[in-house]
């Protein structure tokens, strides 16, 4: 009969392990999980000190000249941003009436090359008459200059406007009062038997000068 050993047990435990995120270093990682985290951190780079990039999306070297988008000036990448170029634009022409912004400078490709008054619209030196009293001419600087008749003083007491006349005419000629009567002027009226009467020459404002003689009545009377 062999020797005798003790009887020997043997206990397992079960422990759990909990793993924290902290715990975990990038070596821990398989090589595609590192591979997706640096892809991450590419994405999210703003390329500050770096490089530019312009509307696209483009990204340009420090020192590499670009423009940042279709409208803007030539630009210089810098570690601080976009340094841009701001040339000395041509003046748009006052009356330009289409102003395009497809480059570094805005760019006039309408001028204006006609007058507006009252509404209507007239080529450049015509002229025109928005009334009978008024003379129009559109100028070259694309506004309005306007001349009023000056009517000369009718040489009558009953003056009238005709259509399509600026100014009053004496249609009988000049005139002139005598009394309540109007008489022609440049000749002797008699408006009465005893009454002659004559208008001041070229002052038909101003009432006749009469001179009364011997009524024919009493001539024939006596």
Not at 26 to 47: G, L, M, Q
Request: proline fraction near 10%; aromatic fraction near 8%; hydrophobic fraction near 30%.
């Amino acid at each position: 009969m062999g020797p005798l050993f003790p009887a020997t047990c043997v206990v397992l435990f079960a422990v759990n392990v909990v793993v924290t995120p902290a715990s975990i270093g990038p070596e821990d990682y398989p090589a595609d999980e590192a591979e997706r985290a640096a892809s991450n951190d590419i994405i999210f780079d703003d390329y500050r000190g770096k490089g530019c990039v312009d509307d696209s999306g483009f990204v340009y070297k420090l020192g590499e000249r670009f423009f940042p988008g279709h409208s803007n000036c030539p630009c210089v990448c810098t570690e601080d941003g976009p340094v841009c170029d701001q040339p000395e634009c041509p003046k748009i022409h006052p009356k330009c009436t289409k102003v395009e912004h497809n480059g570094c400078c805005p760019e006039c490709k309408e001028v204006k090359n006609f007058c507006e008054y009252r509404g209507k619209t007239y080529k450049i030196l015509e002229e025109f008459k928005p009334s009978p009293c008024e003379w129009c001419r559109c100028e070259p600087n694309n506004e309005v200059h306007c001349v009023v008749a000056d009517c000369a003083v009718p040489e009558c007491v009953n003056p009238v406007y005709e259509p399509e006349q600026c100014c009053p005419i004496c249609k009988n000629g000049p005139n002139c009062f005598a009394g309540t009567t109007i008489i022609p002027a440049g000749i002797e009226v008699k408006v009465d038997d005893c009454t002659i009467c004559r208008c001041h020459n070229g002052d038909w404002w101003k009432p006749a000068q009469c001179l009364r003689r011997e009524c024919l009545n009493a001539q024939a009377s006596s």
